[in-house]
């Protein structure tokens, strides 16, 4: 177990005063058994109203309604929590007849796992389909899993873009390159290609070697892990008898142990951090701006 504490935020700025729209936010982790909830506060400019909900995967969303124009909109979220991420998963409980690809769910999980397990994005000449199809070479459900994920992190280059939207799973393969966002999706609909039903993930990254490096000046500022200083995306694959396991493809590493879990969903455009609008000209939009820091302790 360790204590982390996560400071978020984001900073947009218009070059007059414009009138915003309900905004709505994400990035406020659920209470479970490897994540536990101890502090917690938000705070914005301008002022504003918030009620909290739940949405249709039971997310924690902040619904934000404006009181006022302004020329800036910044968002600051802390939360402090205790979290159990297991270093490695636990594949021991997998049921038997998932333990090779391919594999059919049974019925009742299929029922439940419903659009989880369908496609979402064309693939006309079955590019992605065939990227997966090669790594079904007899080995077992784990090591096939994990041999796909670490694909993604040696073949495909990291990139960061602040800019909102996810390229498609075809336009990550033509490109060879991509944001984790990228990376998650492009991973999600290569395991639901070969019958696996699987959802996207957003929160947040933790990287020990960052955290040292901010705490301590005398330390060279670097990371070992691709994705930390920003928010952050993976996947959850669903199999029998070990449930939901956390894949994360941009650093080609499996189990939960730096990831925070905030928000999962069918797709990325429902798991964003900060959704809204504003009334204005496009052009008053100047700028986003996005930091985030996570620490032990």
């Known amino acids: ?81 205790e979290h159990y991420g297991l270093t490695e998963p636990d594949f ?25 397990m369908e496609r979402h994005y064309h693939d006309p000449q079955h590019r992605i389909t065939e990227w997966a199809r090669q790594f079904l070479n007899g080995k077992d459900t784990p090591d096939t899993l994990m041999a796909m994920n670490d694909a993604v992190r040696k073949t495909f280059a990291y990139e960061t873009r602040e800019a909102h939207g996810t390229q498609t799973p075809s336009e990550t393969l033509d490109r060879g390159a991509g944001t984790c966002r990228d990376f998650a999706l492009f991973f999600m609909e290569a395991v639901r290609s070969i019958g696996l039903g699987a959802r996207f993930v957003s929160g947040y990254l933790y990287d020990p070697a960052l955290d040292a490096a901010m705490k301590d000046p005398n330390l060279p500022l670097g990371a070992d892990l691709r994705g930390a200083g920003a928010t952050h995306a993976w996947v959850q694959v669903y ?49 986003l701006s996005i930091s985030v820091k996570v620490a032990s302790g």
Request: charged share 25%.
């Open 1 to 81: 177990m360790q204590i982390l504490t996560v400071h978020h935020i984001t900073s947009y700025t218009y070059d007059r005063p414009v009138r915003f729209g309900e905004h709505a936010l994400m990035m406020r982790p659920r209470d479970s058994h490897d994540l536990r909830m101890l502090e917690a506060s938000i705070a914005i400019h301008p002022a504003a109203n918030i009620r909290w909900t739940h949405d249709v995967f039971g997310n924690s969303v902040a619904r934000v309604e404006f009181q006022q124009e302004s020329d800036r909109l910044d968002i600051e979220n802390t939360i402090r929590i």
């Open 92 to 116: 021991s409980p997998l049921d038997d007849y998932a333990r090779t690809l391919p594999f059919p769910y049974h019925s009742d999980e299929v029922a439940d796992l419903g659009r989880c």
């Open 239 to 287: 199999l029998p008898g070990a449930g939901w396991v956390e894949f994360d493809p941009t650093n080609g590493i499996a189990g939960g142990a730096n990831l925070i879990r905030v928000a999962v969903a069918r797709d990325p455009s429902q798991a964003s951090p900060v959704r809204g609008s504003y009334f204005g000209p496009e052009e008053a939009f100047q700028s």
